[in-house]
């Protein structure tokens, strides 16, 4: 306090002075300003959350994008030889016809301007025209980076029918299901959320990353797929249940490795954004929390096996578990603690393990496990959201996920994707086919509609 | 108005106190210029556009230094069984190499100090020998990231090579073929453009990533080689041809992947910055262009062999459609709208499958369809770079890409890439030898220089 | 001087009109306070450098993850087809069950709060529980990327194991012997290096990336291990070595090119900051070099085998020398200019080769090469550290690295670590049991543990 004093005791003394300094401080000042300016433009030229915020789009769609390898590695390693080349080209083909409807429509289709029946439709579709180069996006990130990351996802959909209906599905009218799928199915249920229509508005349903929105969806347009396609010829008789093991079982082990690689790019990267403290490490988690929900998988599935089958543990099984805890923790990788995400990828693992053979049961011939893996793993997985959240039943007015809210998400997906996907499978299914002959099937997809074979030194002409 | 002569009025009546002020707000400035310098050395030590473009070149150069092992899966897809070991090694030996090489000389012969010849030479050719690591590099990324991202693009070029001349080649005057193609021919050509010699300044010759530089160069070469090595033995009967199918098409779907997960790498990080908000938004706009071209291409493959094969639709084509449409927007991938790199892409995967033919007309005997995917599709995108940056027929006063100066460098790349490869083929033919005997040929290359078989448990000894 | 002079007399002289600018300047102030105080949070908020830390760890975290992919696919091709589906199965167990025990315990004992032991042993080991989303950490990145990046380490020791003892051990008794590795034994190792305890402190052991801490903890478990469980029935006659050639070359191509890509981040994301200048610097050079690492272990082990084996190139030699080259610049990948860095790797590579037929002779059966190349590679590269540091022999005031500190870091791992995993490896081979009995194994581990064949099209039943 007296020094205080004494400072404005000194102040007065020197008043005129001060006026002197007064007249230096305005010159500093302008220094300081014009250091201010500088430090401003190249703070803001730097753009770093901006630069941050694109990056984790670009660099977790990049990884994403891989997925579409793995799910090539997966499916062909477990399906028959005689269909492996087949299966190869099906999914870079599946691929290119994803990333061009969702250009031509999809994307547009998903994040719409606006909407119509209450949020049910979007209504500006048509074709992205990508963004100004030179502009700041008001939505914090590179415009593109954004499209590109989403054309992964809707892929990733497109991926998982792929599966079901290998080695049987004609190769037209699996990619003329795919260009629907991609340009409508798929964008109208993310509308529902991602988009803000919908769902999100009327429901507070969360689905952080997809297990809806992207494994469901293409679980159950490969289930209904599966059902009007049929089963392949001699998979069943009467009660028996025939296997057709996998040709390759470590090509399947890379494609499981991959895609769980992909997989942090895809939960990751949902963080949207990167630039900030609370940002990066809520992405950081999300990288933990998926690894543990892949290794719950992977641990539950293989003592699962290991119980049902006295001690052996079953290859695919392991690599369909670890898929399922991925697919579970999907829905929410963020609030969980490290141990529930191990539990939550746990039962993921242990339903994929129990679904496929109530699947043969029904004679719904799935060739590589997508149905209990993308579609059954895709519901609890988004069913279990609220657990982290609160516990709420019903929607409530601080927005929190709640069960009834997510059940409403998941039963209208299922209404919508199945209707939509029956319609489609139908249309084709007496226009161009979706069935190879009998004939064709036993020569092999290869020879049918290739016209090549996969390992043509190994196998017997 | 009013206001403000009232706020001059009261200045004035308060003289005094103001002198006061005025040493408050010295001693305030004080405060502010304090937390200035400390807000300017944070912002210039996190030094964040830096260290975004430097992580663009890091990440970007360890996509395409994958791209290594998806030249690997789809050469040795698409060789038969009994070259498959030899062709695994001879892609990690051929990175190698063109690392090493690239530090010895390539690099400082590909960006100069300075040039003769009216800038076809660089004259400060030598070992690279890296950067202060304390000290901010005026290019604005850190010199290292530079040098890691050129160098796995000389290797691309060379790994082009290895795939034409597959099955038939001597390992080592494969390997001494490419020590000269890294170290010399392909720098020689980068400095002409990149480096910023001739063509750069007296053309404006453009090419963003690489369709003729990287490309066409190892394009050319490849030819070259095919040309004086000869084709496999029992290749051609006559006007025959005989077909040898690849033993392993799904490692070829495999490496076709690979190779476009890293392409956007390739093309993305030829940005060359990523700190500011137009560069970011270029790189992903670059992300989503790459993307297009490659459904184009892989597109265009497809409807142009169902159209010649009835129906069917080969594997192998559309994995080299998609290649081919890689390859013809890297020339120019940030210009044209999603549109045109469909359609860019589209044209490039239509002559991937054209060109095939035409080689085995000439009996060029090429293993893996290299030449058609990355010299006839390096042209092509080379060539229609200026169609979308305004159609300059000559070079202008603006710099514009013109489609003389695009024809004077592919040209010039042609005569060069092509003297040089022949020189060095045929001096290498008449000394270590680049041709297996016809025994070693019959037997495998596999048996004959690498002592092991790749398939052992597959094929029948 | 006559210039300021006059100021000075117009500054006296215009007294009242100053002090009327210092209200001005006081006015500005504000004005100024304000845009600094926006900017101090904006670039608090954007966080730069903590941002560019964490997606270091993350990045260098998610393709080190992908070196999984890489021993998998190394490991199966060099295995025979009969045990192809196992090793496939167990390389993703393995990933499983490090992630689980690194959370549960491993975490906290590698980097613990306290020692005791003079810092041998942590106190405070326990579950992992990840920080507070909200706030910055003081370490400088993201909590979650950190144990992400640490915990993609822990696979990678437990990955060495799996490849020395493959088509022999049972799948339970190399899972219980992961748990315990991955649990305690490497995180005591980590703890006195890494976690700032007994060598860092006593010895100035230095050790970047892990040539000992994790290769080496690798090599000698799978060493104890191969001489507990003992060859492959079959492969020891007397004096004779038969051969067991690996029955998928080209994969295990592919899983080196897999290693050689993540590695990039294995050593490259060791430097633990790139947000500032000299960091990202350093990053970039240690790509440099550890591209380089792996071209000098390339090139010598071509070089050594053809001249052992008289101008054949033996594959896996050649895979084996790029991982030697690896591991040896693991150890100190940023002081060496880029020609040690090749010269380091290339003893690397030679003695990969060298090393082989050593263990053959007294009968130690490594499957896929991982002692030459983890361990022995391991300890050269370490013990060469000093030699780029200023070749101090023993512990000086400045804390180099020194030959002294080097062998003991080396020589008190292979102390403990040999030590630990004796008692583990003969607990589980007195209990749950490590080797498959010869009728099993003649059977081959696919159809005694798995269930299923991993190539049943290709190898008669």
């Known amino acids: 306090m007296g020094q205080t004093l004494k400072r404005w005791v000194r102040g007065v003394a020197l008043l005129p002075a001060f006026a002197l300094t007064g007249a230096l401080a305005y010159a500093q000042d302008a220094d300081l300003e014009a250091r201010l300016s500088a430090l401003e433009e190249s703070v803001s030229g730097s753009a770093s959350s901006y630069v941050d915020n694109s990056y984790l789009f670009l660099i977790g769609g990049l990884i994403v994008m891989f997925m579409a390898a793995g799910f090539m590695c997966l499916e062909v390693g477990l399906v028959r030889s005689k269909n492996a080349a087949m299966q190869s080209m099906k999914n870079v083909l599946l691929y290119a016809v994803a990333g061009l409807m969702f250009w031509v429509v999809g994307y547009n289709m998903a994040y719409p301007g606006s909407t119509i029946l209450g949020g049910l439709l979007g209504t500006t579709p048509g074709i992205w025209s990508g963004g100004d180069l030179g502009v700041e996006s008001d939505a914090g990130y590179a415009p593109a980076s954004d499209w590109f990351f989403q054309m992964v996802f809707v892929a990733t959909a497109a991926s998982i029918v792929s599966g079901t209906v290998a080695e049987r599905v004609k190769l037209w009218g699996f990619l003329a299901f795919t260009a629907v799928l991609t340009a409508f199915i798929y964008p109208v249920v993310v509308s529902w959320e991602w988009g803000g229509g919908y769902l999100d508005s009327a429901w507070a349903f969360s689905d952080f990353a997809g297990s809806t929105l992207v494994h469901s969806v293409g679980g159950w347009a490969a289930l209904v ?212 002959t009998e004939e064709e099937e036993m020569m092999g997809m290869d020879k049918a509609e290739v016209g090549l074979e996969a390992y043509p030194d190994f196998t017997a002409g």
């Not at 609030?335 to 529930?340: A, E, F, K, L, S």
């Open 225 to 436: 797929g599966a059902i009007i396609i049929g089963p392949r010829t001699g998979k069943y008789f009467g009660k028996q249940v025939h296997a057709m093991p996998g040709s390759n079982i470590p090509l399947a082990g890379l494609g499981t490795f991959i895609l769980w690689f992909g997989w942090f790019g895809f939960n990751g990267a949902s963080q949207l954004a990167a630039g900030t403290v609370p940002d990066i490490n809520s992405v950081a988690q999300i990288f933990a929390n998926t690894n543990m929900g892949a290794v719950g998988g992977t641990l539950g599935a293989m003592i699962m096996t290991a119980i049902l089958y006295k001690g052996k543990v079953d290859a695919t099984m392991v690599f369909n578990g670890a898929l399922g805890g991925l697919v579970s923790i999907t829905a929410e990788p963020l609030t969980p603690t490290m141990g529930q995400a191990v539990l939550i990828g746990g039962v993921g693992g242990v339903l994929a393990v129990l679904t496929v053979p109530l699947l043969d049961k029904v004679k719904i011939d799935d060739v590589v496990g997508a149905i209990p893996v993308h579609l059954v793993c895709g519901i609890w997985g988004t069913m279990i959201v609220p657990a982290t959240h609160g516990m709420a039943i019903v929607p409530n007015e601080a927005g929190d996920p709640n069960f009834v809210g997510q059940f409403v998400g998941v039963a209208l997906t299922a209404v919508f994707v199945s209707a939509a996907s029956l319609v489609v499978w139908l249309a084709l299914k007496f226009t161009i086919g979706v069935r190879a």
